[in-house]
């Protein structure tokens, strides 16, 4: 592909006359018209992933892995226009862990995933007999995305599959469909016709997708509230589910904490993504001892970083992806005013900027049971909650219902060790916040789903266990 191809060219592949029209969050431009796939578009797309699965299957792991490799360097070639597109759909900016990051991490994953081995495994060798487990591809993933990081997150759902021998069919979200549909074309220049395709329209076809009698495995990332009903569907066809929902991650700052030295992280770690993010910091509790520096030294972080339209390369910080978000961050805000917390800055939509801009708004002197604490915000607002007993601040992390991931801020690794081990999480991260490595399970528990992505756990994920038991020699 040509290295000097635009953002247009690659919304020319995918959009269509009289389709949906999908609008810049930062400008409320029309960007382009989606495709409203249908049932029969749906059909088309199982039948020829049917078709395709046994001749993928067969390839094997190695021409496999060199498929995901050669994707990688597709990406890599056409990572600029990419971005761009992606800032222009998603709204995140093209600077700092954003547009670019994010087109960075889907070749860094399929780099990975090539290079990660699902190798089998002697299970027993008792000298009667010697089992030994395998993985086989389990047929045909169903793919089911959100909109904070369509691209990454469609990756992190592909790759694994289509590593372990599956078909893929991607539903994106309504919100950011044409810059997965562009992905989805980028990967298929090295794929066999059939192998992958996506979906285009809304929750319907996503509904339609789960409960195809066809389908295997569900990958699905979203609301805990959609996250139920895809496990009702799959009541019908039995389809294996790995569901990764929505969370509210507390952070624990102990006593012992450099606010100054933490402030820089703690603000990523809320504000990744414009706060956009499933696995990010959102609800701070700090211990009274640093509570007033943690806040002055976090408002002096949000003071520096720029808030702005998400092509200017001056921005690291972009607007809500939404209005339907952009209405739970401000009534959340309102709520918690109207509840006479303080509000330390921000704290009213940045309207000179546009209809979807609100700054970064750090709330104090609320406790749980606020909408603001207990309701994931996913947004540019944090509430920082002070506590006087580490046992109270770890009952409050442990409180709700969410357990993605949590953090614990301390200068003493053996005493952050021990308050990690005592919060319910899939990951607790020790002095920063959502960071993921592809070789590093990633999952929820309770509301916040189950099942692991990512290293060798992602890839029995997409596969079907199978033991091959003969007697010992
Ligand atoms: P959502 O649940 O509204 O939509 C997700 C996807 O599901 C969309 O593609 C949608 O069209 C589809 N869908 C809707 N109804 C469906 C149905 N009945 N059957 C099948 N598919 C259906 O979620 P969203 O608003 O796009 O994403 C935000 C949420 O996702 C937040 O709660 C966030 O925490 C969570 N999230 C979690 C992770 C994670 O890894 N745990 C990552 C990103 C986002």
């Not at 592909?1 to 029309?30: F, K, Y």
């Not at 990572?79 to 597109?85: D, I, K, N, S, T």
């Not at 301390?410 to 490595?437: L, M, Y």
């Not at 528990?445 to 990512?454: I, N, P, Q, R």
Request: aromatic share 4%; hydrophobic share 45%; charged share 20%.
């Amino acid at each position: 592909m040509s290295e000097n191809i635009t953002e247009q060219d690659l919304l020319d592949r995918v959009t269509v006359g009289g389709g949906r029209g999908i609008h810049e969050p930062a400008t409320g431009d029309l960007l382009g018209l989606a495709p409203r796939h249908t049932g029969e578009d749906l059909e088309r797309a199982v039948t020829a992933a049917r078709a395709a699965q046994p001749a993928w299957e067969a390839l094997g792991h190695a021409e496999r892995s060199a498929r995901l490799l050669r994707i990688a360097d597709r990406i890599d070639a056409v990572a600029e226009p990419l971005a761009r597109l992606l800032a222009r759909e998603q709204g995140k900016p093209l600077n700092g862990p954003n547009a670019r990051f994010e087109v960075g991490a889907c070749s860094a994953w399929l780099r990975a995933t090539a290079a990660t081995a699902l190798d089998e495994e002697v299970v027993v060798d008792d000298g009667r007999q010697v089992s030994t487990l395998t993985y086989r591809p389990i047929g045909l993933v169903a793919a089911v995305g959100p909109w904070n990081w369509p691209l990454m997150i469609g990756i992190w759902q592909i790759a694994p599959s289509l590593r372990m021998g599956n078909v893929v069919v991607v539903k994106p979200s309504e919100y950011t469909p044409l810059s997965v549909l562009a992905l989805v074309s980028i990967l298929n220049e090295e794929l066999p016709e059939g192998v992958l395709s996506a979906l285009s329209g809304d929750r319907e076809v996503g509904a339609a997708l789960v409960a195809h009698p066809d389908v295997r495995k569900i990958m699905f990332t979203g609301s805990t509230a959609t996250g139920r009903r895809v496990v009702e569907a799959s009541g019908a066809n039995l389809a294996r589910l790995t569901l990764e929902l929505g969370g509210n991650d507390a952070g624990i700052v102990l006593p012992d904490a450099d606010p100054e030295a933490i402030a820089q992280d703690l603000f990523w770690g809320a504000f990744i993504n414009t706060g956009q993010t499933c696995a990010a910091l959102k609800r701070l509790y700090v211990h009274e001892s640093v509570h007033d520096r943690v806040v002055e030294a976090l408002a002096g972080v949000a003071a520096r970083m720029p808030l702005g339209p998400s092509l200017s390369e001056e921005s690291v910080l972009g607007p809500v992806q939404n209005a339907m978000q952009f209405g739970i961050v401000s009534r959340l805000v309102d709520d918690a005013r109207e509840r006479g917390a303080t509000i330390v800055t921000g704290g009213a939509p940045a309207t000179e900027l546009g209809p979807l801009f609100y700054p970064i708004t750090l709330v104090t002197g609320l406790e749980d049971g606020a909408p603001l604490v207990d309701e994931e915000q996913f947004g540019p607002v944090l509430p920082i909650i002070r506590y006087s007993d580490v046992d109270d601040a770890v009952a409050s992390a442990n409180r709700l219902d969410a357990g993605l991931g949590a953090s614990v801020w301390s200068s003493d690794p053996e005493r952050a060790r021990q308050v990690a081990d005592r919060i319910e999480a899939g990951t607790v991260w020790i002095n920063g916040h959502g960071g993921v490595h592809p070789m590093a399970p990633f999952g929820g528990v309770k509301a916040s789903g189950y099942g692991l992505e990512f290293g060798v756990e992602g890839l029995k994920a997409v596969a079907v266990p199978k033991v091959v038991t003969r007697p010992a020699a």
